[in-house]
């Protein structure tokens, strides 16, 4: 789990664990204006911004302003700006680390497909699942709370809190949502065609995916993310500007899609690092459009409240 220093004028408190500045904000000495600074890191942030989570867990401080270029921003600007966000900052950087160790990764595993060699391919690739997956929750988060930069690269001060268990509640998310499509379609290969029931809950867990994937990174946790119930009544809430999110998450898997197939006749060294990267570009267009979500319609979801 990620430490933090906690700053009170020139006070600085810590290395503090999530649930010790947790316990700090919920005892009124300390709310989303206070800085707050990552253990490892240099660039402090206000509490509300960098931990949204924790500072919403209090009624008795209000909610960071958010800059005022982001208050004017419509949801549809909101959402155009998501596909030049991954060019943003040192967005391009993260693009570029993600492409050479999964290219590496992926070219030892494809290569020696037997032995060690193979199997610590198929590590590594998991690996960087499970840090890629810390890695989008935390562009959702800073997105929530205004952040129009990509976060730098997730520090890792706890092998299973940092890198696994992102991956894991991710992974539950898709098992949960996809499962049954994939269960109707296994299940239909027996027979001919593919059966209508597979194409319907594919559709609809990948309509109310998002919104699963908005509240693992907001709420931090597995259960809250992946409940159904809270999901579906989080979407009715937001139904009509979720439909404009939910158009431009599908049009950024279908323009991946599109530039894939333009793609394949490329050499295998080629394709890889080229896929890699535009598919990590596709991911982080999403996650912002997922942050996007919370951003512009928390008030009306309401789950702080």
Known sequence: MRDYYLADGETVLGPLSEDQVRGLVQTGAFGPQHPVC?????????LGHLLPHLAATTADFPHPTPPAETVTRSLPAELAFGFLYPLSGLGWMQILFFTLFTSCAYAVWLVLSLGFFALFGMVVLFLLCGYGASYLIEIIQTTAAGDRRPPNLPSITDFWDDA?????????ALLLYLGPALYFAIKGSFYDGSPPEAVIAYFLGWFFLPMAFLRIAIY????????????????????????FVFAAL????????????FLVDLPWYVLIPTAIALFFYSLMV???HVGVIYLKLKHRLGWFE
């Open 38 to 46: 990552r253990v490892g890191e240099e660039e402090w942030h206000p």
């Open 164 to 172: 696994l268990l992102p991956g894991v509640r991710v992974g539950a």
């Open 220 to 243: 931090n946790n597995i259960l809250d993310g992946v409940n159904p119930i809270a999901v579906f009544l989080s979407t009715t809430r937001v139904f009509l500007p979720y439909l």
């Open 250 to 261: 599908t049009a950024s898997t279908l323009g991946f899609r599109v530039l894939l197939g």
């Open 286 to 288: 999403q996650a912002r």
